[in-house]
């Protein structure tokens, strides 16, 4: 502690780092460092949950990444994100209480090297979400006192709300981001329509100038035929970029996708997760845009679960026909209303608008075991005699 300064007087100090400042990683790891001067920690790095829940991502300066290492950039949330180390009251959690436990030789040897036995947890949290945690490695003893408990625990709530707060200023954008691709979807679509039609009707009159010997006026209409030609293909090349971003999340089929998201899952968050086919699930021909969209919502949904539903299982159903696609989603935890989810939560949002983007649609229910069923439906009729190949592959 700085003498002289009380550990309410330093929470508002941190408290204001953060508002206040415009660099939000800058920000962040000053409001950290005054953390590590305060306790007297040697480190202190900050792992933070990414948006699927199931990685570690470490945020730290410079020095302390070279401390720790590449090995240490991430590291799998099932390792570490589980009792003692994170408890249900977000309370800070010191190393010195469970040496010689199992949890402790449960964690990685070199993990245990820096974090050292008298490292602390500060558990970052907010709006009930575990984001993550600060680790306050000491070179010395130090004890948890009540009042460091206190006083660590406010501080993995300031931090939370900040990062909370840039979170959903993210997941804003993104729902942004996707109804203007939307927008400019339907504009391309009526753009390219247009401009098939004007070549179509600049033909006819080229064959009627043909025929009246007109050589001048066909030289003219060779050139603005050209300049058409010239137009729909960058029109063309405009909407198959956008296209390819989703092949590479899609690489491999749809289905195949699904599955090693699934097993990942349960590997992971040791959390039972199984995959049911029906329909023509041997013949997968899932359209592109419709296979990326579907896969974000499952990657939503699986996070969810995660985060949120206390499940003991969860269950991913595919049914695929000719005409139509359904993905749903199924866990036996807590359930929960959609109508009752405040704004700033923004994934069921993001999933109504991902589905729309291929006329598709995203509901939620409760399921047979009371938990929550995500069930997300398009049609594939619209893409019908669409070359897949030709929007993953082909350069227009």
Same mark, same amino acid.
């Given at each position: 502690?700085?003498?002289?300064?009380?550990?309410?007087?330093?929470?508002?100090?941190?408290?204001?780092?953060?508002? +206040?400042?415009?660099?939000?990683?800058?920000?962040?790891?000053?409001?950290?460092?005054?953390?590590?001067?305060?306790?007297?920690?040697?480190?202190?790095?900050?792992?933070?949950?990414?948006?699927?829940?199931?990685?570690?991502?470490?945020?730290?300066?410079?020095?302390?990444?070279?401390?720790?290492?590449?090995?240490?950039?991430?590291?799998? =949330?099932?390792?570490?994100?589980?009792?003692? +180390?994170?408890?249900?009251?977000? +309370?800070?959690?010191?190393?010195?209480?469970?040496?010689?436990?199992?949890?402790?030789?449960?964690?990685?040897?070199?993990?245990?090297?820096?974090?050292?036995?008298?490292?602390?947890?500060?558990?970052?949290?907010?709006?009930? !979400?575990?984001?993550?945690?600060?680790?306050?490695?000491?070179?010395?003893?130090?004890?948890?006192?009540? *009042?460091? =408990?206190?006083?660590?625990?406010?501080?993995? !709530?300031?931090?939370?709300?900040?990062?909370? *707060?840039?979170?959903?200023?993210?997941?804003?954008? /993104?729902?942004?981001?996707? &109804?203007?691709?939307? *927008?400019?979807?339907? /504009?391309?679509?009526?753009?390219?329509? @247009?401009?098939?039609?004007?070549?179509?009707?600049?033909?006819?009159?080229? !064959?009627?100038?043909?025929?009246?010997?007109?050589?001048?006026?066909?030289?003219?209409?060779?050139?603005?035929?050209?300049?058409?030609?010239?137009?729909?293909?960058?029109?063309?090349?405009? $909407?198959?970029?956008?296209?390819? =971003?989703?092949?590479?999340?899609?690489?491999?089929?749809? #289905?195949? @996708?699904? !599955?090693?998201?699934?097993?990942?899952?349960?590997?992971?968050?040791?959390?039972? =997760?199984?995959?049911?086919?029906? %329909?023509?699930?041997?013949?997968?021909?899932?359209?592109?845009?419709?296979?990326? @969209? #579907?896969?974000?919502?499952?990657? /939503?949904?699986?996070?969810?679960? $995660? #985060?949120?539903?206390?499940?003991?299982?969860?269950?991913?159903?595919?049914?695929?026909?000719?005409?139509?696609? *359904?993905?749903?989603? &199924?866990?036996?935890?807590?359930?929960?209303?959609?109508?009752?989810?405040?704004?700033?939560?923004?994934?069921?949002?993001?999933?109504?608008?991902?589905? $729309? @983007?291929?006329?598709?649609?995203?509901?939620?229910?409760? %399921?047979?075991?009371?938990?929550?069923?995500?069930?997300?439906?398009?049609?594939?009729?619209?893409?019908?005699?669409?070359?897949?190949?030709?929007?993953?592959?082909?350069?227009?």
């Amino acid at each position: 502690m700085v003498r002289g300064r009380s550990y309410l007087a330093e929470l508002v100090r941190i408290n204001d780092t953060l508002i +206040w400042s415009h660099d939000r990683t800058d920000s962040y790891l000053e409001a950290v460092e005054i953390v590590r001067e305060i306790t007297g920690a040697h480190l202190a790095p900050t792992y933070l949950l990414d948006q699927h829940g199931d990685l570690l991502v470490l945020t730290a300066d410079d020095a302390e990444r070279a401390e720790l290492g590449d090995a240490f950039a991430t590291m799998p =949330a099932h390792e570490h994100v589980r009792a003692p +180390w994170i408890n249900s009251e977000e +309370w800070p959690v010191s190393a010195a209480d469970h040496q010689g436990t199992q949890a402790w030789e449960d964690l990685p040897e070199g993990f245990r090297r820096w974090f050292g036995p008298w490292g602390v947890v500060v558990s970052i949290h907010a709006d009930g !979400r575990h984001l993550g945690a600060v680790l306050l490695c000491f070179d010395h003893p130090y004890r948890l006192t009540a *009042r460091r =408990a206190e006083f660590l625990a406010a501080v993995g !709530r300031i931090l939370g709300s900040a990062l909370y *707060r840039w979170q959903v200023g993210g997941r804003e954008r /993104e729902l942004g981001a996707l &109804e203007e691709r939307r *927008r400019l979807g339907d /504009e391309l679509h009526v753009d390219l329509s @247009q401009q098939v039609a004007t070549i179509g009707l600049h033909v006819g009159a080229m !064959r009627l100038d043909a025929v009246e010997g007109d050589l001048t006026r066909l030289s003219d209409d060779i050139e603005r035929l050209d300049e058409l030609a010239t137009g729909l293909k960058r029109s063309l090349r405009h $909407q198959m970029l956008g296209l390819r =971003a989703d092949a590479s999340l899609v690489e491999g089929g749809f #289905l195949e @996708q699904v !599955r090693t998201h699934v097993e990942t899952f349960r590997r992971q968050f040791d959390i039972d =997760a199984v995959l049911e086919c029906t %329909g023509d699930c041997e013949d997968d021909v899932t359209p592109l845009p419709v296979a990326a @969209q #579907l896969l974000r919502v499952l990657q /939503e949904a699986l996070a969810n679960v $995660q #985060l949120h539903a206390c499940a003991d299982s969860v269950t991913v159903r595919v049914r695929l026909t000719s005409t139509h696609i *359904r993905l749903e989603v &199924e866990d036996d935890g807590n359930g929960f209303d959609p109508t009752s989810v405040p704004d700033s939560r923004l994934g069921v949002a993001i999933m109504r608008e991902r589905m $729309q @983007q291929v006329d598709g649609s995203v509901t939620f229910s409760r %399921g047979s075991a009371g938990g929550t069923r995500v069930i997300a439906d398009a049609p594939l009729r619209w893409l019908a005699g669409s070359p897949r190949l030709l929007a993953v592959g082909a350069e227009a």
